[in-house]
């Protein structure tokens, strides 16, 4: 199956830092997604992105499929932004990284 | 349109006990996937169900099993319960079989205690 690797397991942020999440993958993939785990434990949906770039308000994530990377970068960080983030690729099932967990200080 | 939900959301059991967790997808999605996530070993795929089927089958033992009704609902149980199966149990749905091109959609879990 397809191995997924995040970098940094974790960082410390400063309300209002900038930050880049990384996600390389082993083979090629059809479908890379971005998800935020809540302090509930439920995975929220951030990006679908299996190639190129795409932004939602202050999160925007870039897939480069031909070098097997992706980046999730978050401006502006609020406290709310803290919690763990996966990035996860496909074979017939997702296979997920061991997550960054972000903590964003007041 | 309503998300995935799963029920129970909490659960406590007891060694050599069994369990059946229950997902229902999102309206007109008809696949659904199960994924086991413990500490120590992160997010790990159970198996997936498309229109009543098995499709794919993660490396679990025989006594993780599942199953779909003609509604699209899916139900796991898992018998003889071992220590090691507490942990956060999550069902994602999508529209098409596999998650090939398509995006998956997470429920919030059933969180399983074992003692």
């Known amino acids: 199956g397809i191995q997924v690797e995040q970098s940094p397991p974790d960082l410390i942020l400063q309300e209002g830092a900038n930050s880049t999440l990384r996600c390389n993958f082993s083979?090629?993939?059809?479908?890379l997604q971005w998800f935020h785990q809540n302090p509930w434990g439920q995975l929220i949906n951030l990006f679908y992105i299996p190639s190129g770039t795409k932004q939602n308000g202050r999160l925007s994530a870039t897939t480069v499929a031909t070098e097997r990377y992706s980046l999730l970068y978050i401006s502006s960080s609020q406290t709310t932004d803290s919690g763990v983030y996966f990035c996860?690729?496909?074979?017939?099932?997702?296979?997920f990284g061991a997550g960054t967990t972000v903590t964003v200080r007041a | 349109k309503a998300g995935v939900t799963q029920t129970p959301r909490y659960l406590i059991k007891t060694r050599g006990q069994q369990v059946t967790l229950s997902c229902s997808p999102i309206s007109g999605h008809r696949s659904v996937s199960w994924y086991q996530q413990t500490p120590g070993q992160g997010l790990q795929f159970l198996f997936e169900y498309f229109s009543e089927t098995q499709r794919n089958k993660g490396n679990f033992p025989g006594r993780f099993s599942g199953r779909q009704f003609s509604n699209s609902r899916s139900e796991m149980n898992v018998s003889t319960l071992e220590l090691g199966d507490s942990a956060l149990y999550l069902c994602?749905?999508?529209?098409?079989?596999?998650?090939?091109?398509?995006?998956?959609?997470f429920g919030p879990g059933t969180r399983l205690t074992v003692l």
């Open positions: 994602a749905s999508s529209a098409t079989s596999g998650a090939s091109t398509d995006t998956q959609y």
């Open positions: 996860a690729a496909n074979d017939y099932k997702l296979s």
């Open positions: 083979d090629s993939v059809n479908n």
